[in-house]
């Protein structure tokens, strides 16, 4: 199953509100994680079962879509959560994870 | 609170065996429903699924790679590991293990991550 991200990377604002997109090729009901990496540290789980927010998580995130179409969203953006956002597939094997969404300081 | 921590050599020639492991410490690899996973992104690029390990020892792989993959579980240790045979420079990634929740739902997911270690394939 390929997960295509749109944009591929976005330029935007403290204070912005920020919807990112992830497309499936085939439906894969609520079975969608979002991941936030920053530069040399491990994926850190936001999102998983495509709305459900990961404990810990700041309320400014949230997820919604299920079948082929999602999207990440952030409220208000705040300075640490420019960084490179994932969403991952886990309906059936292999596991697979969109080419990413790059968010950097306009 | 549950920790992942990957540990092998950080150097691996070509054709060779790429060995790493993971140790948990902080809970049990048998928990139950818990599933250990392997990833890794090579720089610059996206990641990918290796392979998923229950403690039982039941085995799944991303079919790109399962003809060279083998992922083993040692309960007495609380450690996983991932060998990955014949090895190039496409393989060189920052390797990470982490844990899979696995319940067959939509709550699947791998939600706690080790820190990754940078594997270079090179002579």
């Known amino acids: 199953i390929q997960l295509t991200q749109s944009p591929s990377s976005l330029s935007a604002s403290v204070g912005d509100r920020v919807t990112i997109t992830c497309r499936a090729s085939?439906?894969?009901?609520?079975?969608l994680a979002w991941y936030q990496q920053k530069p040399g540290k491990a994926p850190k789980l936001l999102i998983y079962?495509?709305?459900t927010l990961q404990s810990g998580v700041p309320s400014r995130f949230s997820g919604s879509g299920s079948g082929t179409d999602f999207t990440l969203t952030i409220s208000s953006l705040q300075p640490e959560d420019f960084a490179t956002y994932y969403c991952q597939q886990l309906n059936s094997y292999p596991y697979t994870f969109g080419q990413g969404t790059k968010l950097e300081i306009k | 609170q549950l920790q992942l921590q990957e540990s092998g050599p950080g150097l691996v020639k070509p054709s060779e065996t790429l060995s790493l492991t993971c140790t948990v410490s902080g809970g049990s690899i048998s928990s139950s429903g818990y599933y250990w996973g392997w990833l890794r992104q090579p720089p610059g690029k996206g990641l990918e699924w290796i392979g998923t390990i229950y403690y039982t020892g039941s085995t799944y792989y991303n079919p790109s790679l399962k003809s060279r993959v083998t992922i083993s579980v040692d309960t007495s240790k609380n450690q996983f590991s991932l060998k990955l045979s014949s090895v190039t420079a496409a393989d060189t990634a920052v390797y990470y293990c982490?844990?899979?929740?696995?319940?067959?739902?939509?709550?699947?997911?791998?939600?706690?991550w080790g820190q990754g270690t940078m594997v270079t394939v090179s002579s």
């Open positions: 079962a495509a709305s």
């Open positions: 085939q439906g894969i009901r609520s079975y």
């Open positions: 982490a844990r899979h929740i696995y319940y067959g739902s939509e709550n699947d997911v791998f939600d706690i």
